[in-house]
């Protein structure tokens, strides 16, 4: 017997009982960001490697160690992207959306990196992102927090998640703090974990983010990012809180909170939850005004932000939100014979047309009425509708309810409104 091919490692299937789930927060999260005016693009899975070189970082972990790149054959070097925002700044910038224009923007779909797979961080992923393009302000800050805020409200998820806020300042008061951190923590590499290490040598505003308790307690005696803020950054987060603080949305100051990664600036934050063990971002982004021209656009402020499906999938499974997901049957369809099955699959096809939120299941290949109506009842539907040789010779079928205690009905097969209504009641 042949071997059976399997996925790859870290590249989950999502089965039909699974999608439900996924079709409703999609749903969810794409009705909210339409009612604050935001579109959908769409964009390639496939970039040049050189996109996400100049985005992200060349020493970052995402370039230097989790990217899916390979050369095609013109031995051009693409990559899997690993993320959304540059993908999104690239499509925008080549499709003339930016240049003196104000876009709000979103997308859904499958992000890769090469990562040790465990719950909650796969090789294959999904991400929703959003992204606003030419507003410079707190506000338009605030208006992407108050969004997530809203999809927690939407999803029930509101009393799991916590907002952490920080202000990174600009590239230059990153530089200046930069050295005060490294100065620092040279004099005391040998307490620091070996990732620290390893980042103080390519990029160590990183360390903050270490999960090594001794080197966040080494962290607590360092130079404070926020003492390098410029009184800019510092009035564009005060504003920001301002908006927050009125709208009742809590947050907590984290000076320590920077993100992975190099194109951001002033405004960051993330979504955090407890419920999710070492996983516990469901939602980051923050302001990057520098990238599009660092991708050879104009200069353009911009903010973002995205959020992880699989990780809010297991926060909706872990908190056990009743979400129904699974499609009601209205109709499971019954039929005896070809003639018999052909005039059932006519009937449920004008059923169909005139009622399109109906659900109807039509009974395909042989089997007894017992067994058909066995399968009929297994799939949860409401109600059997029956046609026999006795059925076909008078132009009628029968409706066998599933659900309740009734009689069986007989309605003629051309009286589409009176099945429809008794289904309805």
């Given at each position: 017997m042949a071997q059976r091919t399997k996925a790859i490692?870290?590249?989950?299937?999502?089965?039909?009982?699974?999608?439900?789930?996924?079709?409703?927060?999609?749903?969810?999260?794409?009705?909210?960001?339409?009612?604050?005016?935001?579109?959908?693009?769409?964009?390639?899975?496939l970039e040049v490697t050189e996109l996400f070189k100049?985005?992200?970082?060349?020493?970052?972990?995402?370039?230097?160690?989790?990217?899916?790149?390979?050369?095609?054959?013109?031995?051009?070097?693409?990559?899997?992207?690993?993320?959304?925002?540059?993908?999104?700044?690239?499509?925008?910038?080549?499709?003339?959306?930016?240049?003196?224009q104000i876009q709000r923007l979103w997308y859904c779909g499958p992000m890769f990196r090469y990562e040790r797979p465990q719950k909650g961080r796969y090789r294959q992923f999904h991400q929703l992102g959003v992204e606003a393009f030419g507003m410079a302000g707190p506000d338009i800050d605030a208006e992407q927090i108050l969004i997530s805020?809203?999809?927690?409200?939407?999803?029930?998820?509101?009393?799991?998640?916590?907002?952490?806020?920080?202000?990174?300042?600009?590239?230059?008061?990153?530089?200046?703090?930069?050295v005060a951190l490294v100065e620092f923590l040279g004099?005391?590499?040998?307490?620091?974990?070996?990732?620290?290490?390893?980042?103080?040598?390519?990029?160590?505003?990183?360390?903050?983010?270490?999960?090594?308790?001794?080197?966040?307690?080494?962290?607590?005696?360092?130079?404070?990012l926020a003492d390098f803020i410029d009184e800019e950054s510092r009035d564009h987060l005060e504003q920001l809180c301002g908006i927050l603080d009125a709208n009742g949305v809590q947050y907590e100051l984290n000076t320590r909170l920077v993100r992975g990664l190099d194109y951001y600036?002033?405004?960051?934050?993330?979504?955090?939850?407890?419920?999710?063990?070492?996983?516990?971002?469901?939602?980051?982004?923050?302001?990057?005004?520098g990238?599009?021209?660092?991708?050879?656009?104009?200069?353009?402020?911009?903010?973002?932000?995205?959020?992880?499906?699989?990780?809010?999938?297991?926060?909706?499974?872990?908190?056990?939100?009743?979400?129904?997901?699974?499609?009601?049957?209205?109709?499971?369809?019954?039929?005896?014979?070809?003639?018999?099955?052909?005039?059932?699959?006519?009937?449920?096809?004008?059923l169909r047309k005139l009622y399109p939120d109906l659900v109807i299941v039509m009974h395909c290949g042989e089997g007894s009425f017992k067994n058909q109506l066995k399968k009929a009842d297994k799939s949860g539907a409401r109600f059997a509708l029956v046609m026999g040789e006795d059925e076909l010779a008078n132009n009628v079928v029968a409706l066998k309810p599933l659900r309740e205690r009734s009689e069986q009905e007989r309605f003629a097969t051309n009286d589409l409104v009176a099945i429809a209504a008794r289904i309805a009641n």
């Open positions: 490692r870290g590249m989950h299937d999502i089965l039909p009982e699974q999608t439900g789930l996924w079709q409703y927060l999609e749903g969810t999260l794409s009705k909210v960001l339409c009612s604050y005016g935001y579109g959908e693009i769409r964009m390639p899975i100049r985005s992200v970082g060349e020493v970052t972990d995402i370039v230097e160690k989790e990217m899916y790149t390979f050369a095609d054959r013109n031995n051009e070097s693409l990559t899997l992207r690993p993320e959304g925002t540059a993908s999104c700044v690239r499509a925008a910038e080549e499709n003339g959306l930016l240049f003196n805020a809203r999809f927690w409200q939407e999803l029930g998820l509101s009393e799991h998640v916590k907002l952490q806020l920080n202000s990174i300042g600009t590239k230059e008061c990153r530089a200046r703090y930069n004099a005391r590499v040998d307490q620091l974990d070996a990732d620290s290490q390893e980042r103080l040598k390519k990029n160590p505003l990183r360390i903050l983010d270490s999960k090594s308790p001794e080197t966040q307690a080494l962290l607590d005696e360092a130079p404070v600036s002033k405004t960051v934050f993330e979504w955090v939850t407890d419920a999710l063990g070492a996983q516990g971002t469901v939602c980051a982004g923050g302001r990057y005004d990238l599009v021209e660092q991708l050879g656009g104009k200069p353009t402020p911009a903010v973002g932000f995205a959020l992880g499906m699989e990780r809010l999938i297991l926060l909706l499974e872990n908190i056990s939100m009743p979400v129904n997901t699974k499609p009601v049957i209205d109709l499971y369809c019954i039929a005896f014979g070809y003639e018999e099955k052909k005039a059932q699959m006519v009937l449920a096809e004008k």
